[in-house]
């Protein structure tokens, strides 16, 4: 059976999802809905679903065991079955590159505390350290300052600005691209 990380922090169980949390994760996308939305792709129909999430789920393990993707919720310790948040480390290339590509959410009533600084230290180390990826970007929307702030505190450097980047929401939104770049890497 694949083994996958649970990432502990002094206040957050940071780990993939099982099964069992399809209620959480449909719940954590249901109440944040409005809130997410203006900062995230648009959504299948059958995206707010436990279907949807099983199968999900299901893939993400499959990507993970393929070194391909690492999708990480993020959970309080003092309720280990709420999903809180989430961070995603996609589009992993090994070979010359040795990457991948950081994206991020948190619930609304849950800004302002630090959580997300907090679990992305911790899962930073473990793709470094234990992935041994070189190096990890990160983009933003230039409007968003509190994601800007998140990752100029981890470290992250700015490397351009790229108009009509991603299509979130069902606009084209220019990015601010940013990277951080592992200083322990190791050959093989």
């Given at each position: 059976?694949?083994?996958?990380?649970?990432?502990?922090?002094?206040?957050?169980?940071v780990r993939?999802?099982?099964?069992?949390?399809t209620t959480a994760i449909v719940?954590?996308?249901?109440?944040?809905?409005?809130?997410?939305?203006?900062?995230?792709?648009?959504?299948?129909?059958n995206f707010y679903t436990r279907?949807?999430?099983?199968?999900?789920?299901?893939?993400?393990?499959?990507?993970?065991?393929?070194?391909?993707?690492?999708?990480?919720?993020?959970?309080?310790?003092?309720?280990?079955?709420?999903?809180?948040?989430?961070?995603?480390?996609?589009?992993?290339t090994q070979?010359?590159?040795?990457?991948?590509?950081?994206?991020?959410?948190?619930?609304?009533n849950?800004?302002?505390?630090?959580?997300m600084s907090e679990a992305l230290e911790t899962a930073i180390r473990y793709v470094f350290n234990d992935l041994n990826m070189h190096r990890i970007t990160a983009n933003y929307m230039p409007?968003?300052?509190r994601s800007a702030g998140v990752l100029r505190r981890l470290g992250f450097t700015i490397e351009g600005y790229s108009r009509d980047y991603l299509l979130i929401n069902g606009k084209w939104e220019d990015h601010i691209r940013t990277s951080l770049i592992n200083p322990n890497w190791r050959v093989g």
């Open positions: 059976m694949l083994q996958t990380p649970v990432l502990l922090t002094s206040r957050l169980i993939m999802l099982q099964q069992n949390d719940n954590y996308y249901t109440e944040n809905r409005d809130f997410l939305e203006p900062f995230e792709p648009f959504r299948p129909k279907d949807f999430w099983a199968q999900q789920i299901e893939k993400s393990l499959i990507e993970f065991g393929y070194d391909r993707s690492l999708r990480l919720f993020l959970f309080k310790k003092d309720d280990p079955k709420k999903v809180i948040g989430a961070v995603n480390f996609t589009n992993i070979g010359i590159s040795y990457s991948c590509s950081l994206g991020y959410s948190l619930a609304e849950e800004q302002r505390n630090g959580y409007h968003n300052r």
